[in-house]
Nanobody
Framework: VQLVESGGGSVQAGGSLRLSCGASGSIYGDACVGWLRQVAGKAREGVASISSPVGTTYYHDSLKGRVTISRDSAKNTVYLQIYGLKPEDTGMYFC????????????????WGQGTQVTVS
């Protein structure tokens, strides 16, 4: 399954963005689809994930309370809505997937998209 992110861009602090992760094959091909990010001065970290087929969601403490992950099965797309963006949220946001069952295990993600840049000023 090839993953393609979109929706990043430049936004003022306090603003919101909705990132999209489209899949070339079925979004259910892998059991877990997640969003992770690489921000300056930090190792890559998880943000949120969603399981298939049940749709259980998991949130990392990195952005907990400011993000919502969801999916549209008809569009084969997973979304990440981010609220209250801060300058320290600036970085590259990646969609990734894996076929295991531990969707909150951020090191297991093995199938990656190219990423979408988020810049907050």
């Amino acid at each position: 399954v090839q993953l393609v992110e979109s929706g990043g861009g430049s936004v003022q602090a306090g603003g919101s963005l909705r990132l999209s992760c489209g899949a070339s094959g079925s979004i259910y091909g892998d059991a877990c689809v997640g969003w992770l990010r690489q921000v300056a001065g930090k190792a890559r970290e998880g943000v949120a994930s969603i399981s298939s087929p049940v749709g259980t969601t998991y949130y990392h403490d990195s952005l907990k309370g400011r993000v919502t992950i969801s999916r549209d099965s008809a569009k084969n797309t997973v979304y990440l809505q981010i609220y209250g963006l801060k300058p320290e949220d600036t970085g590259m946001y990646f969609c990734a997937s894996h076929s295991g069952t531990l969707c909150s295990s951020w090191t297991r993600y093995s199938n990656w998209g190219q990423g979408t840049q988020v810049t907050v000023s």
